[in-house]
């Protein structure tokens, strides 16, 4: 059974500040890798999805990358802002149909 | 808006009472799935559905939980008898085929 951890569970930072989301999975054996963002009493925005088969993906100032034999991914934000304030998810997905959660780490970055 | 919607936005009811919850996919997406979340915690994965056919249910869902998709197009979830303990965010969520999955805004479940 899969099962997910993300470490820190919360983080605060002052703006401008790059910094890194890590999660942590005990299957390996995953189809993908998504990250999200949520807002508190939202839903979930897709940040990235990275393949089993990729290193890492880059959207704008989010960098994610995947390390499958060590069961890691990491999230980077550069030049973080006020904005970037929420709750971030990492979700593994095993079958190509449901995501395993972490327990999420929020994110206050300070102006 | 073609993004995924899930109505209504929240519900609160007493227990023992019966709640049905629906979403839209993004029209053409042919997987819907529902996750449920508390508090501080991530989503835990309910069920999902390619087209009409209901193919994975987790322990999650006991038998006072059911969910349809008729049409292979909206679905709905519905909980019977309702508990304290089934106070939370519903969230559905829709992909094509296998691809990246996209949520909806969540209905927040409150039973009194």
């Known amino acids: 059974k899969q099962e997910v951890t993300q470490i820190p569970a919360a983080l605060s930072v002052p703006e401008g500040e790059n910094l890194v989301l890590n999660c942590s999975f005990t299957?390996?054996?995953?189809?993908?890798l998504q990250w999200f963002r949520q807002d508190p009493g939202k839903g979930l925005t897709s940040l990235l999805l990275i393949q089993s088969s990729q290193r890492e993906q880059t959207s704008g100032r989010l960098n994610a990358s995947l390390d499958k034999s060590s069961g890691r991914s990491t999230l980077y934000i550069a030049a973080s802002q006020p904005g970037d304030s929420a709750t971030y998810l990492c979700?593994?997905?095993?079958?190509?149909?449901?995501?395993?959660f972490g327990g999420g780490t929020r994110l206050m970055v300070k102006p | 808006d073609t993004g995924v919607s899930q109505n209504p936005r929240h519900k609160i009811t007493k227990r023992g009472q019966n709640v049905t919850f629906r979403c839209d996919p993004i029209?053409?997406?042919?997987?819907l799935y529902w996750y449920r979340q508390t508090l501080g915690q991530g989503p835990e994965f309910l069920t999902y559905?390619?087209?009409?056919?209901?193919?994975?249910k987790s322990r999650l869902l006991s038998d006072r939980f059911s969910a349809e998709r008729p049409k292979g197009s909206f679905s709905t979830l519905e909980i019977q008898r309702t508990e304290q303990g089934d106070s939370a965010m519903y969230l559905c969520?829709?992909?094509?085929?296998?691809?990246?999955?996209?949520f909806g805004p969540g209905t927040r479940l409150t039973v009194l």
């Open positions: 029209s053409e997406h042919n997987r």
């Open positions: 299957d390996s054996a995953i189809y993908n």
């Open positions: 979700a593994a997905d095993n079958a190509g149909n449901m995501l395993t």
């Open positions: 969520a829709s992909s094509l085929g296998d691809r990246e999955q996209f």
């Open positions: 559905f390619q087209n009409e056919a209901q193919l994975e």
